[in-house]
């Protein structure tokens, strides 16, 4: 596979203005799209550090073809099936968390009309002006000067779902936004909900009982990342948040219909296509220790277009740092022996930080790219 090297793109694409790329640093990344737009330049400043990703749509990078993939498309599993028919329900979750490690779930019982002007309002939040927006405490313009940070052509805005939601919304809103706090606070709750029932029927896959997982959300941190990733004049060079795994057990993800999700299999990329009202699962680092590597926590990344901006919603389920991800005796055996070291999670958390910040201050750009990925992160981890 052909990567894009960055130095044979920046001779290729002719810049208009030989001095933009001189310019001075875009204070956000929403900034900057609006900056290369108005002056028609495609190239994307140097300052900026290209992909060293294979990001090509050949037929041998992403898979679209529904008819010609057979089992090869992220599951859609319809989530009222739970009244219906818990058992293929178990069953559908658990293969996909097996063979995926993620998949997109209807009916899951947040309306669609929440979900959708919830995505609206949030549209409203990144549109406004950047000095606005800086006010705001969890707002990130740039992502691209934090090299630990998967997001990279985005913005961004983290709310903590379980601390006082009033104050985090008067944060962003300072004159206040009623509705954006009543829909989020309903979604949060679904989400919850959601998540609770998942982790049931994962244990209940796993042979395991039926609240070892879930028995500790209530002592778990739902942290919700919106990202905002501003539309891009040279989508070839750049991705919106580059390749990794969630560090955590489980993450929620909504996405607005403009498309650019794609997950990893086998080493070929797949895009998640949107679908109205869906709501996609992956599996983080955390649940794959935590089940003994049974469930694969999902290689994924966000690619970015020329025409709009996307929106994408993460929320993240990170328990407590004393949790223990030592998996179970149950899902180890003769032909599945124990494949990692006692770690609780604040252990893992906090060691991979450190590896990264080694990392930054020794290695370039292609190195650190490793580190994102719990894939070879938990090497470090094997027994
Ligand atoms: O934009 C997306 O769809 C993915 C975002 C993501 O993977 C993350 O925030 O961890
Ligand atoms: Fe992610």
């Known amino acids: 596979m052909a990567l894009v090297a960055s130095p044979v793109l920046r001779q290729e694409i002719p810049s208009k203005s030989g001095s933009q790329n001189e310019a001075k640093r875009a204070s956000t990344i929403g900034d900057l799209s609006e900056t290369l737009k108005r002056s028609g330049e495609q190239r994307i400043p140097d300052y900026l550090e290209l992909c060293d990703e294979d990001l090509s749509t050949s037929a041998s990078g992403v898979h679209e073809d529904r008819e010609s993939l057979g089992d090869y498309q992220v599951p859609v599993i319809d989530f009222s099936m739970l009244q219906t028919d818990r058992r293929t329900l178990v069953q559908l979750l658990g293969d996909a968390a097996r063979s995926w490690g993620c998949c997109q779930i209807l009916n899951h019982g947040i309306s669609v009309e929440c979900l959708q002007q919830l995505i609206a309002e949030s549209y409203k939040y990144f549109e406004r002006p950047v000095e606005r927006k800086q006010q705001t405490k ?130 070929r990329w797949f895009n998640v296509k949107p679908i109205e009202g869906s709501l996609i699962v992956n599996i983080g680092d955390g649940f794959h220790v935590w089940t003994n590597g049974i469930y694969k926590t999902v290689v994924h990344r966000a690619l970015v277009n020329t025409s709009k901006p996307r929106l994408a919603l993460a929320g993240l389920w990170a328990p407590p740092d004393t949790l223990d991800y030592t998996a179970p005796d149950a899902l180890v055996g003769a032909n599945h022996p124990r494949l990692y070291k006692s770690m609780k999670a604040g252990e893992y958390h906090q060691n991979t930080l450190e590896i990264r910040n080694m990392a930054d201050m020794s290695n370039g750009q292609r190195e650190h790219s490793k580190l994102l990925l719990g894939t070879d992160l938990l090497r470090h981890w094997r027994i």
Request: aromatic residues 12%; glycine residues 6%; hydrophobic residues 40%.
């Open 138 to 267: 969890s707002f990130v313009g740039d992502h691209t000067t934090f090299k630990l940070s998967s997001l990279y052509w985005a913005e961004s805005l983290m709310i903590w779902a379980r601390q006082d939601l009033d104050a985090q919304v008067l944060s962003a809103w300072p004159e206040g936004n009623d509705s954006f706090r009543d829909l989020a606070a309903q979604y949060f709750k679904g989400t919850e909900e959601l998540t609770k029932q998942l982790f049931k029927l994962y244990a209940e896959d796993l042979g395991l009982e039926s609240d070892f997982y879930s028995k500790h959300i209530d002592s778990s941190q739902l942290i919700v990342r919106w990202n905002y990733y501003p539309a891009c004049p040279n989508p070839s060079t750049i991705l919106g948040a580059k390749s990794h795994t969630d560090l955590n057990m489980i993450t929620m993800l909504l996405q607005d219909q403009v498309g650019g999700l794609q997950v990893e299999r086998e080493g």
